[in-house]
C-alpha cells in the first residue's frame, strides 16, 4: 500500500475493526456485481470507494429515462447507453485504481459459473427470480459468500448467505424453487431512498465479509419498512431437504 493510498482509505483504515491488515484484504478482493440498477449503483459505488481491488459488473440492459430516479450511478447523458459502460465510468471517476471487469450481458451456464469462480464475493442485486435463483446455485456449487438485497414499492429485504458455513442457508432455503410472482418495480414502483439504504447495507455486508470483521448477516433476514421506518429481523435455517444446498445422501 502506497502513501497515497494510505490517505485515500485513512477514514476506515483508523477502525480498529479493519486497519491496515483489512484494507489490504479489501484490495486483494474480487467482487461480481449482478445487476446495475438500484441496488447495483451503490454497491459499486461504496465498494469502489472502500478500495476493492477488482469489480466485475454485470449487466445486460440498458440505461433507460425511468431508471433515474432511483440508479444513482447513472446520469442523464447515459440515457440509452449499456449500464455496464455507464456504471464503470462513474467508478473510475470516483476511484480510478479499481480494476474493472465488464460483462456487459445475461449471465447463465458456464459463464455463470466462469464468473462467480474468478471472484471472492458475489451480489445479488439483480431483479429477477430466475437470475437470483441460478446465482445461488453458482455460489452453492463453488462456495462462494452471496449478499442479497432486494426492494419494491416501499419494503427492502437484506441477507448473506456463505456456503462455506455448514449452518448457513442458500437463497433457496429461504425463498423455495417456485415460479416468480412478485411484480416488478416496473409495474408495482419503488421508493428511490429504500433501494439506496438496501444497496447500502449490501455494500457493508461486503465489506465485512471481505475485510473479516463484525457480525455477517448469515441466517437473518433483514425487513425493512420504508412507510413507517421500521426495521425487523428475522432467523433463516438451512433447509435439511433443500434442492439446492442439502448434503447429497451416500
Known amino acids: ?23 489490504q484484504r479489501l484490495l486483494d478482493s474480487r467482487v461480481l456485481i449482478v ?20 469489480l466485475v459488473l454485470a449487466d445486460h ?13 447513472h446520469q442523464t447523458a447515459d440515457v440509452g447507453r449499456s449500464k455496464v459502460e455507464s456504471a464503470t465510468d462513474s467508478v473510475r471517476a470516483l476511484n480510478p485504481e479499481v480494476e474493472i471487469l465488464q460483462l456487459p450481458r445475461a449471465l447463465a451456464g458456464e ?19 430466475a437470475t437470483r435463483q441460478a446465482v ?5 456449487c463453488l462456495r462462494r459468500p ?16 456463505d456456503s462455506r458455513r455448514d449452518d448457513s442457508p442458500c437463497y433457496e432455503c429461504l425463498y423455495g424453487s417456485g415460479e416468480e410472482t412478485v411484480l416488478s418495480c416496473s409495474e408495482a414502483g419503488v421508493i428511490g431512498p429504500l433501494v439506496g439504504l438496501i444497496g ?33 429481523e428475522m432467523r433463516v435455517r438451512r433447509d435439511p431437504a433443500c434442492r439446492c444446498c442439502a448434503p447429497v445422501a451416500e
Open 136 to 140: 445461488n446455485a453458482a455460489c452453492v
Open 1 to 23: 500500500m502506497d502513501d497515497q493510498q494510505l490517505l485515500r482509505y485513512s477514514r476506515q483504515i483508523l477502525l480498529p475493526q479493519l486497519d491496515i491488515d483489512g484494507q
Open 111 to 129: 459463464e455463470l459459473i466462469k464468473a462467480v469462480a474468478n471472484v471472492d464475493l458475489v451480489m445479488d442485486c439483480c431483479d429477477n427470480f
Open 61 to 73: 440492459d440498458e440505461v433507460d429515462l425511468t431508471n433515474l430516479q432511483r440508479q444513482i450511478i
Open 146 to 161: 452471496l449478499v442479497s438485497g432486494a426492494a419494491i414499492r416501499l419494503e427492502g429485504q437484506l441477507s448473506v448467505f
Open 35 to 54: 445487476g446495475l440498477g438500484g441496488l447495483g449503483a451503490p454497491v459499486a459505488l461504496y465498494l469502489a470507494a472502500a478500495g476493492v481491488g477488482t
Open 200 to 232: 447500502s447495507l449490501q455494500a457493508l455486508e461486503a465489506l465485512k465479509l471481505l475485510a473479516g470483521f463484525g457480525e455477517p448477516m448469515i441466517g437473518r433476514l433483514l425487513l425493512v419498512d420504508a412507510l413507517g421506518s421500521r426495521f425487523r
